[in-house]
RNA sequence: GCAGGGUUAGUGAAGCGGUCAAACACGAGAGACUGUAAAUCUCUUGGCUUAUGCCUUCGUAGGUUCGAAUCCUACACCCUGCA
């Protein structure tokens, strides 16, 4: 295990200011991560994700396994080369679609086949498989490969299953990820983190957590929230979770939250790091953030007219250059995406805001030495 | 001028005696999206402040019928042939 790799600060009221050492470089906690599943931020380019203050940048497993697959990515100089991102990069394992393709999936021991909708192609991903494959395309930051079931009511009947097949492959994956990183500099090594799951049931939540923060892992990933349960339930989870974790100065990433409420809630709970793929999609939806955690939808009638910013007195690229509703509003109507482009920049750069507040807060605050 | 064909809700287009306020598509209006099968999906779209209700519609005006967007007559306009 990696020492003094992330070091944080815990300010009042539990919320941490972090700065987690990568080998592509520094990340200031706490911090939101856009997605960028197929090797983009969909519509932006990646100096202009930059450019929104965001510090890390998501892409998958599954989508690059399947196209074009991690040999061509390696080939292409790894994720940085292949999609021009300088910014560290984290990988997700694939296991989200285990929840997210159930329908076309099937679970064993071993691992995971999919049946890609598209294509028909089968698809295998195992813990194994999955550490393979983030290594091949160079991640960062990887996340080991879970077992993710949903928490409507339907789904939650899984939950326990998917609890323990979660902890047996992560230590698949952990001793994967040793076997390929053992001749690996300190400052060469990427960093993996573990998945805690357990659904909606504290005691599984908190076994899980303890099982995870035993492992040398160097990151506590918090999985299986925002799939169908409600918002009270998921911050009652996170409020539960806040208490447990141990002192270790690990990253925690919380996995696929994104509304700004939500990521509000998270950081107050002591979550170090989130992704989402809210902003951008909500974007290409025309459905943007304002002051005050509100939400406008940009094809609305009533602003057909209107010549104000997105969010008057935001700092993003697309409202500084003075876009109006109206013209957003008009190329949303035609189906031009320049709209849902301009406004994922908005939107990545709303989120990426909450999170300066924080750390500059958090750094007027802070009463507790670094650990 | 003669002979055919046509005229349906914002647009295009079904319907061809009752189950038609009228399919469907587009457009329009609103909403949903949380580790991206998602530039997608859902709902509404004649009026009545909302209903297993009422009212007004299917070029215009009459007529036949218990009943018409659907049949008949006249007229208007639009196409296509032939003069």
Not at 131 to 145: E, N, R, S, W
Not at 257 to 263: A, E, F, H, Q, Y
Request: net charge negative; glycine share 10%.
């Amino acid at each position: 295990m990696k020492t003094n790799y992330f070091q944080v600060l815990t300010g009042v009221g539990g919320v941490r200011n972090g700065k987690l050492s990568t080998r592509a470089g520094k990340v200031l906690t706490p911090t939101f991560m856009p997605d960028g599943t197929r090797g983009a931020v969909k519509s932006v380019k990646p100096e202009d994700v930059q450019a929104t203050g965001v510090q890390a940048v998501l892409a998958n497993t599954y989508h690059l396994h399947l196209q074009p697959g991690e040999e061509v990515v390696t080939k292409l100089g790894g994720i940085h080369g292949f999609s021009g991102q300088k910014l560290p990069m984290l990988t997700d394992s694939g296991g989200f679609q285990v929840f997210s393709l159930a329908h076309t999936r099937k679970i064993t021991e071993e691992g995971v086949t999919f049946k890609d909708p598209r294509t028909g192609d089968t698809v295998f991903l195992s813990p194994e498989k999955s550490i393979q494959i983030q290594m091949k395309l160079g991640a960062d930051m990887m996340v080991a490969f879970d077992d993710v079931t949903a928490l409507d009511d339907a789904g939650r009947d899984r939950t326990k299953e998917a609890f323990d097949r979660t902890h047996r492959w992560l230590e698949r994956s952990l001793a994967e990820f040793q076997r390929l990183t053992m001749d690996m500099k300190p400052d060469e090594r990427p960093l993996l983190f573990g998945v805690v799951q357990g659904g909606l049931d504290k005691e599984l939540r908190k076994r899980s957590l303890d099982i995870v923060q035993g492992l040398p892992v160097d990151g506590i990933a918090v999985g299986g929230l925002s799939v169908g349960e409600s918002r009270e339930e998921m911050h009652g989870m996170l409020a539960y979770l806040a208490d447990l974790y141990d002192d270790s100065p690990r990253p925690r990433f919380l996995l696929g939250v994104g509304d700004p409420i939500d990521l509000r809630f998270a950081i107050e709970n002591g979550i170090d790091m989130l992704d989402c793929v809210l902003p951008t999609r909500n974007a290409r939806h025309a459905t943007a953030w304002v002051s005050g955690d509100k939400k406008i939808h940009l094809t609305n009638a009533t602003y057909a007219e209107d010549a104000k910013a997105i969010d008057p007195g935001c700092d993003c690229a697309t409202c500084q250059a003075g876009y109006s509703r109206g013209f957003l509003r008009h190329q949303f109507q035609v189906g031009e995406p320049l709209a849902g482009t301009l406004v994922s920049i908005h939107n990545i750069r709303y989120l990426q805001r909450i999170c300066e507040e924080y750390r500059n807060e958090t750094n007027e605050q802070s009463t507790s030495k670094p650990n």
